[in-house]
């Protein structure tokens, strides 16, 4: 039936154009932002999963930044140590050089407190960041034996939890000015009652008596001691660097395959987009034609009357 009043063929191609240039806005919007997901309108369940592991993977990026952070603390006192070993062997080597009768013992004394200097030096100096872990002061209030590396961020439903790499740095300490028990300045106590350190040892009055050679004896085994315990946290400082650079490079892998998984859901391919905007422009048009056929109708019904 033709009507002038309802003209069901342009109501009916006109739903269909209005149809097409939805579909056809949707497609440039995804095509313009690369989202097929970009509101939570597009997708709820989608856009929850990914606006959470983006928040996740920023804090990934931040443990990222915290382990090169403790990383970089981590080598500067490891650096610290390997320095250390080198003095305290120097040290160990002259006080035996020293051992010999008739050595003069004043002269090397001068030596060894340049090199005991110099332990002091290295202490003070292998900070980074306000981060000491050869020189400490275990009476303050905020010490803690521990240094705690942030070293991962987990999700479990709701709950999240940090992870940290731990370090004692009771094994690297050489000086704490609370209780006088680091490494160089732990006190020891020769044969003959006389006490010492590493650090402030002093063998310009020894003579070559038995006992003053049984106390030189005593330093040279002190010295060895605290060889042996600088080696052994240098060995640890070495663990827990490579330690924190695999997790650095399993935490730069795992924001990778996180931001995969949420390009999986929400990012648009662009080659289908590509081919259905064509294929829509195709259908606008043909949606415009129709319509202005189905509107030139009421002129045709003129012609009955003429």
Known sequence: MNSIHTNISAMTALQSLN????????????????????????????????????????????????????????????TGLENTIKVVEDIKTKLVAAREPGVNRVAVQSEIRELQAQLVNIGDTASFNGENFLSVDSSSPGYNSVKEVVA??????????????????????????????????????????????????????????????????????????????????ASNLGAAIKRIDLQSDFVSSLMDAIERGVG????????????RLQALQVQQQLGIQSLSIANSGSQNILSLFN
């Open 264 to 275: 999986q859901l929400v990012d648009a391919d662009m080659n289908e987009e590509s081919t």
């Open 152 to 233: 991962s961020f987990t999700r479990t439903g709701s709950t999240i939890s940090i992870g940290t790499i731990g370090i004692d740095i009771t094994q690297t300490t050489l000086f704490d000015a609370g209780t006088g028990t680091g490494i160089i300045d732990t006190i020891y106590t020769a044969t003959s009652g006389a006490t010492f350190t590493v650090g402030t040892l002093d063998i310009s009055a020894l003579t070559d008596s038995a006992a003053d050679l049984t106390d030189l004896e005593d330093m040279i085994q002190a010295v060895d001691t605290a060889f042996t315990q600088i080696t052994t946290g």
């Open 19 to 78: 149809k097409t240039n939805k579909s056809l806005l949707e497609t440039q919007n995804r095509i313009s932002t690369g989202f097929r997901v970009a509101t939570a309108a597009d997708n709820a369940a989608y856009f929850s999963i990914a606006t959470t592991m983006r928040s996740d993977n920023a804090a990934l990026s931040t443990v990222q930044d915290a382990l090169g952070l403790g990383a970089a603390a981590v080598d500067v006192a490891y």
